[in-house]
C-alpha cells in the first residue's frame, strides 16, 4: 500500500535548519548524467535516450521533459581530457525534452571526451 507524507517544512533532528519543501523540490536537479565520449551513459537521472551525433556533439532525451524551455543546463569535461574545456549548450538541438551539448577542446575543436551534464527547472 502506498503512503503519502504531506508536510510544508523539514527541519533537522534537533528542530533546527528549518526549509520549505518547495525550496528542496525546486533546488533539486531535475536531470543529470555522466556519459562517456560516444554518448554511452555512465549513470543518469531522468534519462531516456542518448545520441552521438559526430565529433564532441551529444544530446539526451529526457524521459520527463521541462515545462518550458528556459531551464539551467551546465557540465564539465573529464579532467584528464588533453586540452578539454566545459560544454556548451548546443542550441540547434535544444528543447524541452532534450539535453544537447558540444564538447570542445582549447583550440575550439569539438572532440570527443567523457562529460557531465546536470539541468535545473521545472518538469512538466
Keep these: 500500500m502506498a503512503s503519502e507524507l504531506r508536510v510544508n517544512t ?6 533546527n535548519n528549518s526549509i520549505a519543501t518547495s525550496f528542496v523540490a525546486g533546488g533539486s536537479a531535475k536531470a543529470w548524467v555522466a556519459a562517456e565520449a560516444d554518448a554511452v ?13 559526430g565529433d564532441g556533439d551529444f544530446s539526451y532525451g529526457l524521459a520527463s521533459a521541462f ?3 528556459h531551464y539551467a543546463q551546465s557540465g564539465l569535461v573529464e579532467h584528464q581530457a588533453p586540452g578539454g574545456k566545459m560544454l556548451s549548450h548546443n542550441q ?5 525534452s532534450i539535453l544537447a551539448v558540444r564538447v570542445f ?3 575550439d575543436t ?3 571526451y567523457d ?6 527547472g521545472d518538469l512538466a
Design 92 to 96: 540547434a538541438r535544444h528543447s524541452t
Design 41 to 53: 551513459r555512465s549513470d543518469s537521472l531522468n534519462m531516456s535516450s542518448s545520441t552521438d551525433h
Design 67 to 69: 515545462s518550458s524551455l
Design 110 to 112: 569539438v572532440q570527443n
Design 10 to 15: 523539514l527541519k533537522d533532528a534537533s528542530g
Design 105 to 107: 577542446n582549447t583550440s
Design 115 to 120: 562529460h557531465d551534464i546536470v539541468a535545473h
